[in-house]
């Protein structure tokens, strides 16, 4: 099937409003974020790319799971900055997702991190990890977002 020029334009336009219109942007300086982190991926990884967790902290504590992709081939190492809150946002990273209670397994906790706005994970076999952040009730009752920027690098294995 091919477009007309007219459809992809209305298309293109539509897909820019709805990017601008989304508040991701406004409240997570990603580049910022990442550019400040970059620096932690070192030798022998190389910065392939970042992904942005935005959340939103109000009255209700909630998980939220997002998957990782380790695919063959590679070596990865996973750098996790946070910003925009004070409150203590917490991860776990399984081999399984939550639905599955049966055999899945604690690969990662955070509470093993550097500090409370930095953490490093390297996932140690090809395969989906399953990264299930705990979000907790907005400090002083006042709803706010914050994000995760999840920096990834990789290495060819030795």
Known sequence: MKLSN?????????????????????????????GGCKSNIKKPFRYDSYAINEFTFD????????????????????????????????????????????????????????????WSFEPQKTGNYYIEYHVPTALKGKVHKGCVVMLIGYTDPV
């Open 59 to 118: 009255d209700k504590q909630k998980d939220v799971e997002v998957v990782f992709t380790a695919f063959s081939g590679q070596k990865y190492k996973i750098i996790f900055c946070s910003s925009g809150f004070d409150e203590k946002l917490t991860m776990n990273i399984y081999d399984k997702p939550e639905k599955i209670k049966n055999n899945r397994h604690l690969l990662w906790d955070s509470n093993k991190g550097i500090d409370i706005d930095f």
């Open 6 to 34: 007219s459809v992809f334009l209305n298309l293109f336009f539509l897909s820019l409003f709805v990017l601008s219109a989304t508040p991701t942007t406004a409240q997570c300086k990603a580049k910022k974020i990442a």
